[in-house]
């Protein structure tokens, strides 16, 4: 479980792919003393295994079907990627709770500067996914928790501090990239409650 307040910026240091298992080393100076093997990170969101530690790398193991349902497949070497350990028990929950089991994504579309400071970030979405969003309610863009602002049936947006774009990825993207999303957990079961009204 984790809680969306991005700990460290990573860099992709090496992408190994032999077509059954891709293997990502992420450079990351700032969380690697405190992170063990068999550690969970999330990764941009995506809650990954450590499954081998050197220096100030971190090496991840990802399958087939976490590359092609999130943006991990779209990494090169030298992509900056936002890195957070696991809540521990004690720790103050700043953000919201994240599984970092990343429900699909979404394409940054639009971006609003103000003052060349904050920016509204317009993301188009599907609509499966935008049924479990609300103004004003959670989700995690890339791992990052952030409020939503405008809800759509196939957009969302979030407004973002200058803080948040200097300390994560999301300062960098562009438009027409793609972002891991993960919608607030309570949406999700409160989405199954009236499906399973159909049930009876």
Request: proline share 2%; aromatic share 4%.
């Amino acid at each position: 479980m984790f809680s969306g307040i991005v700990e460290a910026l990573g860099r992709i240091a090496a992408i190994t792919n032999d077509g059954v298992v891709c293997t990502l080393v992420v450079d990351a100076p700032q969380i690697v003393d405190d992170v063990e093997t068999s550690d969970s990170v999330a990764v941009n969101g995506c809650c990954l295994t450590v499954v081998a530690k050197s220096g100030t790398s971190l090496s991840f193991q990802a399958v087939p079907e976490t590359l092609s349902r999130t943006n991990l497949g779209d990494l090169v070497e030298g992509s900056p990627v936002n890195l957070e350990r696991a809540l521990a028990v004690n720790s103050r929950l700043g953000g919201h709770f994240v599984s970092g089991h990343v429900d699909g994504l979404a394409v940054l579309e639009r971006i609003d500067n103000h003052n060349d400071e904050c920016a509204d970030y317009y993301f188009r979405i599907d609509k499966s996914l935008a049924k479990n969003m609300a103004s004003k309610g959670s989700v995690a863009v890339d791992g990052v928790s952030l409020t939503l602002v405008r809800c759509e049936p196939e957009l969302f947006s979030v407004a973002l501090i200058p803080f948040t774009l200097n300390a994560t990825t999301l300062g960098s993207k562009k438009l027409g990239d793609k972002v891991n999303i993960e919608t607030d957990i309570l949406s999700k079961y409160v989405q199954r409650l009236i499906e399973a009204q159909e049930w009876d």
